[in-house]
């Protein structure tokens, strides 16, 4: 039987009670069918993870915290600017993102933007869920839509841009990443996809006159904006970010007796 | 008005006239709205992309074959296999291998498989649509179900094999794909990724002991195996594929005059 694993906003320390949201409570009783005492693993994002025993109390439930089993560790600092899809697909860039360890989802609104509307409650969701199933000890934040025009007047000094221009008008993506300074690797980066669209002319234009700037191709298929948006997250984290890092040594049968 | 872009088995020529399934005759009549003469743009993986006229005949169609509208190119060799999972995610895996140039998309049935039948037929619709909807030229072969034991016995002479070993078994994907030769650059290549249970320990001893075998790590998050097939698919084209080409020049408005 695999053991809930849960983000909670509450700090995390020996000892504490912490108490579960309704819909965690309604989870672990009615879905997971889980009684007093069933183990409980909890993140927060800030202070590793830990093991837990569940509490139940009429209705709502808490988590009486046992010990650390994992502590919290740096990531990368990458931001994932993506124009909103239709709803299947953006679940999906949420979700893939968060896997791929993305620090920030930014939907980004641009001229051939085709859907308007963002759920960003519905986003974060995703995000959530995604990072308690694969035992990533944060979640990216999730940020309201903004227009790209407004994102690149305010862009923030030192975080340096991957843009994935379809146009052609960059270098293949692995030649432009590998060939990059330790300093540029361990600088704060966001990765820019395009809407389905495309960009438009004075759109590149102006995301070509961000301060280190880096417009890449991701090769001679027209990829789907979701699958650009993952394909390169995944390069990006191989060839920058902390995919360089040896993967940890698991026993053979830890994924199998984790669940 | 989007020109409809279909796949189709029959050889392509100037001046052909080329049957259309009853699907593809239903889809362009009834779900498009598209009269006689109106354009299709038609490829067989073969002959390259030709723009074609529709012509109905009661209640099926047939395309007249215009002028080719690009030439075949040569493509990577590269097989993903994957054990199946539910359906959502097989749905997307194919989806996504396919606007990642995968050549052979094979099912693999291993110790920790959880999931059993695959829906050979239904893999091969979702690839023929993603190869439709993104400019795609060829589409890969969907094979049927395989023992990974039976794979590995009989594993081809010269294909170089990707394992994606989450134990920490391998040194990360960007430096071993990295390092390599021309040679093995171009050689045919397989990339293999586990069930989400993980390889049993003898798999993996097999696995390792394919002639030709390079196992890497995906960095330090767990990630469900369909995220983890597309991500290294999308980090071997970009070290190995042909994303180390430029990407075509593309006129600035092309996808959306396309699209």
Same mark, same amino acid.
């Given at each position: 039987?695999?053991?809930?694993?849960?983000?909670?906003?509450?700090?995390?320390?020996?000892?504490?009670?912490?108490?579960?949201?309704?819909?965690?409570?309604?989870?672990?009783?009615?879905?997971?069918?889980?009684?007093?005492?069933?183990?409980?693993?909890?993140?927060?994002?800030?202070?590793?993870?830990?093991?837990?025993?569940?509490?139940?109390?009429?209705?709502?439930?808490?988590?009486?915290?046992?010990?650390?089993?994992?502590?919290?560790?740096?990531?990368?600092?990458?931001?994932?600017?993506?124009?909103?899809?239709?709803?299947?697909?953006?679940?999906?860039?949420? %979700?893939?993102?968060?896997?791929?360890?993305?620090?920030?989802?930014?939907?980004?609104?641009?001229?051939?933007?085709?859907?308007?509307?963002?759920?960003?409650?519905?986003?974060?969701?995703?995000?959530?869920?995604?990072?308690?199933?694969? %035992?990533?000890?944060?979640?990216? %934040?999730?940020?309201?839509?903004?227009?790209?025009?407004?994102?690149?007047?305010?862009?923030?000094?030192?975080?340096?841009?991957?843009?994935?221009?379809?146009?052609?008008?960059?270098?293949?993506?692995?030649?432009?990443?590998?060939?990059?300074?330790?300093?540029?690797?361990?600088?704060?980066?966001?990765?820019?996809?395009?809407? %389905?669209?495309?960009?438009?002319?004075?759109?590149?234009?102006?995301?070509?006159?961000?301060?280190?700037?880096?417009?890449?191709?991701?090769?001679?298929?027209?990829?789907?904006?979701?699958?650009?948006?993952?394909?390169?997250?995944?390069?990006?984290?191989?060839?920058?970010?902390?995919?360089?890092?040896?993967?940890?040594?698991?026993?053979?049968?830890?994924?199998?007796?984790?669940?």
């Amino acid at each position: 039987m695999s053991t809930p694993r849960l983000f909670v906003e509450s700090d995390l320390g020996p000892g504490d009670e912490v108490p579960l949201s309704d819909s965690h409570a309604h989870y672990l009783r009615n879905v997971m069918r889980r009684a007093d005492d069933a183990p409980l693993l909890l993140f927060n994002g800030r202070d590793g993870e830990w093991r837990a025993a569940l509490a139940v109390r009429g209705k709502s439930a808490l988590a009486r915290l046992v010990e650390r089993t994992r502590a919290q560790t740096a990531e990368p600092d990458v931001w994932l600017c993506f124009a909103p899809i239709k709803r299947a697909r953006i679940d999906f860039v949420a %979700e893939k993102a968060t896997e791929l360890g993305a620090s920030v989802l930014q939907p980004i609104l641009t001229r051939h933007t085709a859907v308007e509307r963002v759920k960003v409650d519905r986003l974060r969701a995703n995000a959530i869920e995604a990072a308690e199933q694969t %035992e990533r000890l944060s979640v990216p %934040e999730v940020r309201e839509p903004v227009d790209l025009a407004r994102l690149i007047a305010a862009w923030p000094t030192g975080r340096r841009l991957l843009v994935c221009d379809e146009t052609g008008g960059g270098p293949p993506i692995a030649a432009a990443l590998g060939a990059l300074d330790e300093a540029a690797r361990v600088a704060p980066w966001a990765i820019v996809i395009g809407p %389905e669209g495309g960009f438009a002319a004075e759109e590149l234009k102006a995301l070509r006159d961000v301060p280190q700037m880096l417009a890449v191709g991701l090769g001679p298929r027209i990829l789907r904006a979701d699958t650009a948006a993952l394909a390169a997250l995944a390069c990006w984290q191989a060839l920058v970010g902390d995919g360089r890092s040896p993967t940890p040594r698991l026993a053979i049968d830890y994924l199998t007796s984790r669940g």
